[in-house]
């Protein structure tokens, strides 16, 4: 449903126009100290505004209802929120009876009778990995000597030279540019490494690191694809190939594995790569079925989207590695 986790359990709320979206965090180690500054810092890596984001630019201020005193969690249950002030949910009144291809539109309208919160995509909405990014701040904060970086490594096709710097890459700007003139979208993939993990983390057969890691991320929406290591390029190589010699001190000499054997870690570097689908709403137009009309019709969708949403993942997709490695390490202290 909406809630990850066992002893770091993570339960997200609201949707994308209403009054304020959130997060509530149990498992939050007493006396863990809230740096505000470091949280907003995480909070601008997602954020709207630059070129192939969406122009919906909202405030994104974390307020606490409970689990913090002064700037120190408490233990109790940790409850962030984000208000919702700049929404335009006119643009989506038709998509009622036409919903958008590649969009949750109509499976959430089947689902849940007609009783969704369609505006703004409700909680299927991207707007929910807000809170997912405050809650993968707490994670970061519950573990030491372990890093997660994530970065772009492909944007519309186009590989940039200096990944943690796709944004600006001139290739990356122009694809971005022409897809956006064509009222088109572009998917991306991201590659995320997690430096200092022990071996042992994993609780195989259904909890492998490598099960739970993917099944956070495909939470992410607008994700289409999860590989570790070589991953499918392993399909095409020979046992010598892929397999991963253990060194003098148990580490693998190289990581086709991905850090992970039989689903825990193996002391190297945990590597995987996500891929990401371009975004569903675009102002190209389409065909696609209307239901008042009751025949196959144009669409072409008006409001505020993204061309490549995939730019502001990097900091989600390190920010649910985070949740599902905080809660391995606090179930091994079970």
Not at 84 to 104: C, F, M, Q, W
Not at 183 to 194: F, H, K, R
Request: net charge negative; aromatic share 8%.
């Amino acid at each position: 449903m909406n809630t990850f986790g066992r002893k770091f359990r993570v339960s997200i709320f609201g949707e994308s126009h209403g009054p304020a979206i959130g997060v509530t965090i149990d498992g939050v180690l007493p006396g863990l100290v809230i740096d505000p500054d470091e949280l907003k810092k995480e909070i601008a890596r997602r954020k709207s505004g630059a070129p192939g984001t969406t122009p919906r630019i909202e405030a994104d201020e974390p307020i606490f209802l409970s689990g913090v005193v002064g700037d120190t969690a408490t233990g109790a249950p940790m409850t962030i929120i984000f208000s919702n002030e700049n929404t335009k949910s006119k643009d989506y009144s038709k998509l009622v009876d036409i919903p958008r291809p590649g969009h949750a539109d109509f499976v959430a309208a089947v689902k849940f009778e007609d009783f969704q919160d369609y505006r703004g995509g409700g909680h299927f909405s991207g707007r929910i990995t807000l809170p997912i990014v405050a809650a993968g701040y707490i994670a970061k904060k519950q573990f030491s000597d372990i890093s997660i970086n994530a970065e772009l490594i492909e944007v519309g096709g186009v590989k940039p030279r200096i990944p943690a710097h796709a944004k600006n890459d001139p290739e990356v700007q122009r694809v971005i540019a022409e897809a956006s003139a064509e009222g088109d979208s572009l998917g991306a993939i991201i590659e995320c490494e997690v430096k200092g993990l022990e071996v042992g983390y994993g609780e195989p057969f259904w909890d492998s690191v490598e099960s739970m890691i993917s099944h956070a991320i495909f939470s992410i929406p607008g994700v289409r694809g999860i590989e570790f290591g070589d991953g499918f390029a392993a399909a095409r190589m020979k046992g010598s190939e892929h397999n991963d010699p253990i060194g003098e001190d148990g580490i693998p000499l190289k990581n086709g594995a991905g850090g992970v054997n039989g689903g825990i870690t193996n002391g190297a570097p945990l590597r995987f790569r996500v891929a990401f689908k371009p975004t569903a709403s675009i102002r190209k137009e389409q065909t696609t079925y209307n239901f008042a009309k009751e025949k196959m019709d144009k669409l072409s969708i008006e409001g505020r989207h993204d061309v490549c949403f995939a730019l502001r993942c990097p900091v989600i997709v390190e920010a649910m590695t985070a949740i599902v490695l905080t809660d391995f390490l606090e179930i091994s202290d079970l």
